[in-house]
C-alpha cells in the first residue's frame, strides 16, 4: 500500500492545543472495526464498556524533560537537543537543531558545568553525544517538556503530559491514549472487575520523524526500548484462556504485547510476516528487549482484542498501524465523521475506542 492511502485532510484548528479538565470527560468515539459502525459517547463510558475480565494494558513509561538549549562552544551559536535515548551513563541518542553540529562539535549548556560532544553522526538530525556527566540534575534544572511540533500553546502544568500511572522515566512523548484516565477511573474499572496490567514501552525516534517513503513496506522503523514481565504476562494470559478481551491503551500498548506475540513463536519482531505459520492467538512471553515491530495493513494480530487510542497525524506509521486494526476504509471514515462532530485531534484531543 501507499503512504498516499493513509492521507486525509485537517485544518488547524481540529488540533487540540490543551487537554481538557477533567482528563476523563474527553470525547470517545466507538468504532466497531467488523462493521465500521460508529458510536458517540464520554470517556468515562468506558466502565460500561468494559466487561469483567477484561484486561485493560498500560504503557507506565513517563517522559522526561528532554528538550534542552544548548550552545556552540567554539563560535556561541544556538542549537537544541532533544534527547531520544539513553545509550550509556553519560551517552544519549538524540536529535540536534542547529547547523554543522558534527562529529567532535562540543556543546554547552548556560549556567551549568556539564558539556555534550558529538561522537556519532546518524541520519538526518540524529547524533549521539557523550555528555561530560550524567545529565539527570540538568534536565530538572534545564529541561523542557517536549511537546510535538503542533503543540503552539505553553502547558501550565507538566503534568497533564504525563499518564497518572506512569512509572518509569525514559520517554521522549508521552502514549497519549492513556492520558484520558482519572484514578477514579480506574478504581472504578477495577471495581467492576476489570484487571489491569502494565507494560513499558520508551517512545523514541518515530513520533517525531515522518514516513518518507511512498511504499509503506520500505519504511523502517526505529528501534525502542520494550518490555513485559512476567507477571503481567500472567495476568493477560490467564485473562485470555478465560474468556476475557485483551484491550491496550495506546499504539504503544500494542506494539510491546504484539511484539511479545510473535517472540512468544520464536518469530523476529522486525519480520513479523516469517511467524505467520503461528496458530491465531499465541500465549505472550516476558521480554525486555529493542523492538521494531512496524504494523502495517495485512499484519496478523496475535494479541489484541479491542484498542484505545488517540485521533493520529496524516501519513503517520500510528495512522498505518490503527488502519491494520480496523481496516483503512472503516478508520479513514471514522475521522471525516469525527471532522464532522467536532472531535479535537492528536495528543491532547479526544479518544477513540476499537472493538
Not at 553522526?121 to 511537546?147: H, I, N, W, Y
Not at 471525516?336 to 462532530?341: F, M
Request: aromatic share 8%; net charge negative.
Amino acid at each position: 500500500m501507499k503512504l498516499t492511502d493513509f492521507d486525509y485532510d485537517l485544518p488547524e484548528n481540529f488540533i487540540a492545543q490543551h487537554p481538557v479538565e477533567p482528563r476523563d470527560s474527553s470525547r470517545l468515539m466507538v468504532l466497531d472495526r467488523d462493521t465500521g459502525a460508529i458510536e458517540h459517547h464520554i470517556f468515562t463510558d468506558m466502565v460500561e464498556m468494559l466487561n469483567p475480565g477484561d484486561v485493560l494494558v498500560l504503557n507506565n513509561t513517563r517522559v522526561i524533560p528532554a528538550r534542552l538549549q544548548a550552545i556552540k562552544q567554539d563560535s556561541g551559536g544556538k542549537a537544541e537537543v532533544l534527547l531520544l535515548r539513553q545509550l550509556t551513563d553519560t551517552n544519549w541518542l538524540v536529535i540536534v537543531g542547529g547547523k554543522n553540529i558534527t562529529d567532535g562539535r562540543t556543546l554547552s549548556f548556560e549556567g551549568s558545568h556539564i558539556t555534550a560532544t558529538v561522537i556519532e553522526t546518524r541520519d538526518g538530525p540524529q547524533r549521539v553525544l557523550e555528555f561530560s556527566a550524567p545529565v539527570g540534575d540538568l534536565l530538572q534544572e534545564q529541561g523542557k517538556m517536549p511537546l510535538p511540533p503542533y503543540i503552539h500553546e505553553r502547558l501550565e502544568d507538566d503534568e497533564r503530559y504525563q499518564t497518572v500511572y506512569n512509572r518509569i522515566e525514559g520517554s521522549a512523548a508521552a502514549p497519549t491514549a492513556g492520558l484520558h484516565f482519572t484514578p477514579d477511573l480506574l478504581i472504578a474499572l477495577r471495581d467492576k472487575g476489570v484487571q489491569l496490567a502494565y507494560c513499558t514501552l520508551h517512545v523514541g525516534l518515530d513520533t517525531f520523524q515522518p514516513v518518507k517513503v511512498n511504499d509503506i513496506e520500505e519504511h523502517h522503523i526505529h528501534s525502542e526500548y520494550a518490555t513485559l514481565d512476567a507477571t503481567n504476562a500472567k495476568i493477560i494470559n490467564d485473562a485470555k484462556l478465560a474468556g476475557g478481551r485483551i484491550i491496550a491503551v495506546g499504539t504503544t500498548s500494542a506494539r510491546t504485547l504484539e511484539t511479545a506475540g510473535i517472540l512468544s513463536a520464536g518469530g523476529d519482531p522486525a519480520n513479523p510476516a516469517a511467524s505467520e505459520n503461528m496458530c491465531p492467538w499465541r500465549p505472550v512471553i516476558a521480554f525486555e528487549q529493542d523492538t521494531r515491530l512496524f504494523i502495517y495493513p495485512g499484519y496478523r494480530w496475535r494479541v489484541l482484542d479491542g484498542l484505545i487510542t488517540n485521533f493520529h497525524l496524516p501519513k503517520s506509521t500510528l495512522l498505518i498501524m490503527i488502519s491494520a486494526f480496523a481496516g483503512r476504509d472503516n478508520v479513514l471514515g471514522a475521522y471525516e465523521t469525527a471532522k464532522e462532530e467536532g472531535y479535537r485531534f492528536f495528543s491532547f484531543g479526544d479518544a477513540m475506542f476499537i472493538r
